[in-house]
């Protein structure tokens, strides 16, 4: 799903694209969406150990940043956000006031 060259392309799905119908009935939506859930819920198992060892050596400036990258859906990331926290608002960016706008991103601009 994402750009990681690691992951294989399941035949599952290799199957599907041959099937035109199959593919256009397939849920893609609800199978992306398990999908990135698992992916955030599991994202950082193995760097939150190294991490916390990483802080009790002499020497490590704790206060370092560590950063997880989202390929592939950050639109969608961000029209959640930006529908569900309202506190958004206060940080530079606003809704429109057209509430018309489709698709939704248009709903929001940033203040300059």
């Known amino acids: 799903m994402g750009l990681d060259e690691r992951e294989k392309v399941p035949v599952w799905q290799f199957r599907l694209v ?3 119908d199959a593919f256009d009935a ?3 939506g609800a199978h992306v969406y398990r999908r990135s859930i698992y992916g955030f819920k599991h994202a ?12 009790r050596r002499k020497g490590v400036d ?3 940043t560590e950063t ?7 639109h969608a990331l961000l029209i959640f956000a930006f529908e569900v926290i309202p506190e958004l ?3 530079g ?6 509430i018309e706008l489709s698709p939704r ?8």
């Open 18 to 20: 041959e099937d035109l």
């Open 26 to 28: 397939f849920p893609w």
């Open 44 to 55: 950082l198992d193995g760097r939150r150990r190294w991490f916390e060892q990483r802080q």
């Open 62 to 64: 704790v206060h370092t």
């Open 68 to 74: 997880y990258n989202i390929y592939g859906l950050t």
């Open 89 to 91: 608002g206060n940080s």
């Open 93 to 98: 960016c606003g809704k429109r006031r057209e």
């Open 105 to 112: 991103i248009l709903k929001w601009e940033l203040s300059t």
